[in-house]
Structure formats: C-alpha cells, structure tokens
C-alpha cells in the first residue's frame, strides 16, 4: 500500500527557511517520482517540485527557483523540499504525491500541470508572515 506522510511545516517568517519531509512506503523511491504541490485558499494547487531519481531529474515552478531544493534519500525512503527566502506567496498547504505511472513519465505530469496522481499524503501548513 503506497503511503505518504508530510511534515515540517510551520510558521516562518519572510526570509526564513523550512525543510518539508515527504516518508514514503510502499512502492520503490528509485522508480517512482514524487512531486510537491501546493494549494492556498481560493487557488488552483500548484506543481511546485518534482523529483525522479530513475530519469534524474528534477523540476521546479519558475517562482520558486533558486530559493526551493528538492532531493531523495533513499535509504531513508523519504523526499525532502528545502525551502529558503520564503514569501508570503508561499503560504500554501503543501503536498506530496506519486503515481505508478511517474515509473514510466518521470516528472513529466507535474510539469505539464496533469495532476491526476492516486496517491497523496495528507498535507503540511506553511505560514510565511511577520
């Protein structure tokens, strides 16, 4: 059974830095890719990041470029999104997911803004104020 469990957000301040986990099981890092999104109140969810360790490759939304990192552990079975000079406009619920086709498709879904993927976790609040 594929899960995902979000954590590390929080409050921040402008400028500040958050690092969010994504604990995965299930299904195999080095295949699957993972993708993060976000929704704020009254907004379509975003694609903000995705990461497919079998195609090497990764992807970020062009308003978080430059500030936001994605990477994998995988003995860990966990993806991590730092996220640093945060923005108010960051202020999201943010989430991870996957599907078995990203085995195949890679980041490409995330990219092309199809967000159509079975497994999501459950979400983690950022709050990015003074």
């Known amino acids: 059974q594929v899960q995902l469990v979000e954590s590390g957000g929080g409050l921040v301040q402008p400028g500040g830095s958050l690092r969010l986990s994504c604990a995965t099981s299930?299904?195999?890092?080095?295949?699957?890719?993972i993708g993060w999104f976000r929704q704020a109140p009254g907004k379509e969810r975003e694609g903000v990041s995705c990461?497919?360790?079998?195609?090497?490759?990764?992807y970020y939304t062009d308003s978080v470029k430059g500030r936001f990192t994605i990477s994998e552990d995988n003995a860990k079975n966990t993806v991590y999104l730092q996220m640093n000079s945060l923005i108010p406009e960051d202020t999201a619920v943010y989430y991870c997911?996957?599907?078995?086709?990203?085995?195949?498709?890679?980041?490409?879904?995330?990219?092309?803004?199809?967000?159509?993927?079975?497994?999501w976790g459950q979400g983690t609040q950022v709050v990015v104020a003074s």
């Open positions: 299930g299904f195999d890092l080095d295949y699957y890719a």
């Open positions: 997911a996957t599907d078995e086709f990203t085995s195949i498709t890679g980041c490409s879904a995330v990219v092309s803004g199809k967000f159509d993927f079975e497994s």
């Open positions: 990461i497919s360790a079998r195609f090497n490759s990764t």
